[in-house]
């Protein structure tokens, strides 16, 4: 049964680029569609760093109401009373700037993945939250996928035995039809623009490595931070991305993007590793037993949408309204582990970025916050 009062989170949006479109819109979804009844949500701001108007035609875009407001810049969104909890959807580069503005203004923040550039940026913001009471999140989205919480479960209840390896791929073939070993992307894609942080790891590994760690780091009774490239006895997990080959080549969904194998059996989740929608249990043997577990995700049929980020969103809901500054499901001790895994992977691959974007000083007036170079 319904709670006769739903606890109401009021959100503000930093960015108005494709991520917070989809975000946007599940947060206007009912609720009841997924059969969620204790939270609700509202968008009460917008912000574009460029110019109002860009947040204002955001707003039409999204078919939100008439009462969000819309700001020009991101300094006036964080300033808002009426803003909870601030959503930032901002490339990777400029994620340690802008939540670093949101958590010093006093506002909670669901930070978009990967949630910085680097580790020391992550450290720094999760001791700023923690010293000022507030929530932070980073925004593993498919961590709160029902699907997700299922085989959690059944990891832990034992259904296929020990798990001592996964192995996760998040593949997309951007070569554009190139045989000589580099992507046909503009130098300017979000994808490849060092000064956005880009390449594979950030923006596609980090999806593997979130499949690693919540079937193995996260179910251990003792959590280590893992070795890159180091012999493991008891668990392996291997997270590989690429912008060169495709995880599923014909196309289809049908591809195991996820292998999580245990000493009975193993479960295979579908393509893609960032919104799978069915997995497949396999018990060890010959002639074993194959299920296949459907696990849609629910669309509200008044505006014919429903992508997923709704349950990380509901996660924020609640954890607000219990009085947590973070999630049980992904806490920041996890998600500085993730950071530093793929810090050593950059390190090891000699991946540099420029200093705008790898500092860890928060600066207030930095062209990340202004959106004036």
């Known amino acids: 049964m319904a709670p006769a009062s739903p606890y109401t989170l009021r959100w503000g949006i930093i960015a108005t680029g494709g991520i917070a479109e989809v975000f946007c819109k599940d947060l206007l979804t009912d609720p009841a569609c997924r059969e969620v009844y204790d939270v609700r949500h509202e968008i009460v701001a917008v912000s574009s760093s460029s110019s109002v108007d860009r947040a204002t035609q955001f707003v039409t875009k999204i078919d939100g109401p008439s009462s969000i407001k819309a700001y020009g810049s991101y300094a006036e969104l964080v300033a808002d009373p009426q803003v909870d909890i601030v959503y930032v959807a901002t490339p990777h580069s400029h994620h340690f700037q802008n939540a670093m503005l949101a958590l010093h203004a006093g506002k909670h923040v669901l930070c978009e993945k990967s949630l910085t550039v680097t580790a020391a940026q992550a450290k720094t913001l999760v001791d700023t939250a923690s010293a000022k009471g507030l929530f932070l999140l980073d925004a593993a989205w498919i961590r709160f996928f029902p699907l997700s919480i299922k085989i959690r479960e059944m990891i832990a209840a034992g259904d296929i035995g020990s798990v001592h390896r996964t192995v996760a791929d998040l593949s997309l073939n951007e070569t554009n039809g190139r045989d000589d070993g580099t992507v046909g992307l503009a130098d300017s894609h979000r994808l490849v623009n060092k000064d956005l942080a880009g390449g594979a790891l950030l923006d596609l590994g980090v999806y593997a490595l979130t499949w690693v760690f919540q079937t193995l780091y996260h179910q251990a009774p003792q959590r280590e931070s893992p070795r890159v ?26 591809a195991p993007a996820v292998r999580i194998q245990g000493s009975r059996g193993e479960i295979q989740v579908s393509h893609p590793a960032y919104r799978p929608t069915e997995f497949k249990v396999i018990k060890e043997g010959r002639g074993g037993n194959i ?29 607000l309204r219990d009085g947590k500054m973070e999630s049980d499901t992904l806490p920041w001790s996890e998600s500085l582990a993730i950071m530093e895994t793929m810090e050593s992977v950059l390190k090891q691959g000699r991946v540099e970025y420029p200093e705008l974007i790898t500092t860890n000083v928060f600066d207030e007036k930095s062209p990340l916050n202004t959106g004036r170079q």
């Open 229 to 254: 490239m180091a012999s493991v006895i008891q668990s392996v997990g291997i997270a590989t991305a690429s912008m060169l080959v495709a995880t599923n080549p014909d196309g289809s969904n049908s």
């Open 291 to 319: 299920d296949v577990v459907d696990c849609p995700i629910p669309k509200d049929p008044k505006r014919d949408w429903g992508h997923g980020m709704f349950w990380e969103a509901d996660e924020c809901a609640r954890c």
